[in-house]
């Protein structure tokens, strides 16, 4: 006879697993989730690249200006870094309704709740792969070639996405059962804003020690970087691991102590 | 699968439901005037909880066709759900054996823009088909549904009717091992009903395992064998359906 706790590892992993096993039915449910929003509009879910092409637009000259950095210098980092936390703050700002949302869905039927998850992290992936039409818009424009040395921006990207998807079911478990949490991430979404390097550069900072505080800018680092054509450093890489660890460890503890409680909480 | 091997066993099973929200002073008076609801106690952590069942066990097997009865808040749906894997059970286990599918509510997963066709596939999807096999049942759902061009446009044009019809044919087309349904979910014109109730007699032939939850002593005699009484959350009753039926009867008309 297996322990209790032994046995909600077993069905926690089985969720992991499963879920994903069902891909025909997250991939269709996040690609509704997009075209949802945009039913019956001309553009679709190009509108969500036409509202960020032209914030980057208007934000890259205003700051451009404001820092005295050349335009062709300034935009193309602003653009990738704004892609980049889009795609990090969407997981955290939208996960803590991952469940509360899904509440018909598992009141009705028995899925592995990973399936939300991945639904969630897949039209998350779908937007970030609309809003990149501007980036190779701003690299056609500026006359860039970031080379080969972009195709690091993959493995990147994977990372993010798995942080991304943790975090989320982390905030979707207990946001299911504290309904304050998503609008605290909402504000701390916000401040981070702000004090990660996206607006502005990292060399500008005085004290450089402060970036590594932030373990957000590392984990922009590892995407924006080589998209601008450059290798991010080996202290991204390490860091974000780390990061990475300890999610896994963290958000796989809270599934396993509290998936069971999850219908209950929605 | 093999449908003979079906099976459905609940050993001692307990949820309880605790209430976070609202104050629990009001709500605890509230609650007490609730006679026939689940019973309220506290856990460990002076949390007021509902409890909605308390230590079922019940078994089931291929052939079994089972009559939940009981008043409103008895627990006849939480049960449906333990039953259905979608509350797993802080006490006591849950076994079972084939597909199940719970019909719970009609419109599980019904999206108004899309149109009817791609409706039935992600219905289909979500009862785990794979795409092959819900492209090969299409034909009948489409026939049966009478819905003949509009399947092609958004579910947010169609009459009420029509999309109980189009909802009701989903859920009757992939036939589960073991079936949950709760109540009689019913709307439309006559012949639908007519229709409708011919093939949901089909459908549940071919199940292994009926559990009903029914107010309707009429359609519980009709299509069960067995019978479960629930009584705040705890079983009262269980055995032949006329039998317990009658005694049921016998009960509420005091």
Sequence with gaps: MMSRQDQQLRLALLDVVSGFARWPLWIRLGWNDILMRYRRSVLGP????????????????????????????????????????????????????????AESFIKQIRLP???????????KLIIFAHNLVIYFAVLVYFGIWPGAVALLAIPGLLLILVNGALASLSLGVMSA?????????????????????????????????????????????IVRQPLLGAVPSLRDYITVVFISALNIALSGAIFVRFRSRIAYWV | MSVAGAELVLEDVSVRFPIYSGSSQSLKKRLLFQGSGGRLGRDVHH???????????????????????????AGKSTLLRVMAGIYEPLLGTVTSRGRISPMLELGLGIDNELSGYDN???????????????????????????????????????????????????????????????????????????????????????TSIVVLASHDSGVCRRWCTKGVWLERGEVAAQGDVDRILDAYAGKTRG
């Design chain 1, 113 to 123: 709740f990973s399936v939300y998850v991945y639904q969630s992290a897949w039209s």
């Design chain 2, 47 to 73: 949390r007021i909880v509902i409890e909605a069942l308390r230590n079922v066990s019940l078994s089931f097997q291929a052939g079994d066709r089972v009559a939940l009865i009981g008043a409103n808040g």
């Design chain 1, 46 to 101: 190009f509108w969500l690249t036409a509202s960020m092409g032209i914030m980057v637009a208007v934000l890259g000259l205003l700051y451009a200006n404001l820092f005295n950095t050349s335009v062709q210098e300034f935009l193309p980092f602003l653009c990738v870094g704004i892609l980049v936390w889009n795609l990090i703050s969407s997981f955290l700002v939208e996960g803590g309704m991952l469940f509360t949302s």
């Design chain 2, 120 to 206: 039935i596939r992600i219905r289909g999807l979500i009862l785990g088909l794979n795409t092959r096999e819900i492209e090969e049942k299409m034909g009948d759902i489409a026939e049966f549904t009478e819905l003949g061009d509009y399947l092609d446009i958004p579910v947010r044009t169609y009459s009420s009717g029509m999309l109980t019809r189009l909802t009701f044919a989903i859920s009757t087309c992939f036939t589960p091992e073991i079936l949950l349904l709760d109540e009689w979910i019913m709307a439309g014109d006559a012949a639908f009903i007519l229709k409708a109730q011919r093939r949901l007699e089909s459908f549940i032939e071919k």
């Design chain 1, 177 to 221: 059962r504290f309904r304050d949490i998503p609008q605290f991430v909402n504000s701390i979404v916000q401040i981070l804003f702000f004090v990660t390097p996206i607006m502005w550069k990292p060399e500008l900072l005085k004290d450089q020690r402060l970036l590594d505080l932030n373990p957000f800018y590392h984990l922009v680092e």
